[in-house]
């Protein structure tokens, strides 16, 4: 049940990474960098979720996100001191020409599983549910931290990071490989130095806007600042989203 999931960290019919749901969530706004859809995976033994956004709907791209999903979670394994799976795992998806491509159902079978679909017009409600649960989340932080809609894989990945915190044991397993593993407020403020040169006499620290940790991120954070510490009317070329070393 999901929340013996959630109080004890995993099904005790599964392990991790052994039976994954995916969908993908189409036709969002157009982000910064062009992604316009976002691909929503979750691990059904621990109730992780993961996303990954994508700029057009192409196999590989799903395939990559699939491919740093399955490694997060067998990483996640090792360091609860599991055996290794003893039979196929499971990637349960609706009947959809993406996820059943060659390039991905290829890489399952590789990687020792297998694509299993709904039946025609049915669909995957553990999937559903979780592009629910990104979907309102990715809305409400971006709502209140008064940013555009364009921030949306920010708001979603750093969503998602705050969700799997609550499973203590992953939580554990960042932290014992010096990752972030604290959740935190997406939007809120932060100082740091930048990398560009400021002139003399001037702060050396500028505030910016915390966009959330990338997933191999060890003590870095996305932060979004303004090039020279003000906005020039409109114009959003002078808004600046760089890497910054903040814990």
Known sequence: APHLRRKTGWSPDFGPGDLLVADLCTDWVASRDGEQHCLVMKDMATGLLWVRALKTKIPDG?????????????????????????????????????????????????QGGCVRTAPKGAHVSYAEQAVREVLQGTRVSLYAAGLSATFWPYAARQHVFN?????????????????????????RLIWFKPDEKTPKGTPTTVPGCFLGHDYEMRQGVWAMYLKGGHLKGNNMKNVGITSVPVG
């Open 62 to 110: 799903i395939r990559q996100g699939l491919n740093e999903f399955r490694e997060s979670l067998l990483s996640f394994r090792e360091y609860l001191g599991l055996s290794a799976p003893n039979r196929p795992f499971i990637l349960h998806t609706d009947k959809g020409g993406e996820f059943e491509a060659a390039l991905v159902t290829d890489y399952v079978s590789q």
């Open 163 to 187: 969700m799997n915190c609550d499973v203590p044991s992953y939580r554990e397993f960042l932290r014992s490989t010096g990752r972030p593993h604290e959740k935190r407020v997406f939007g």
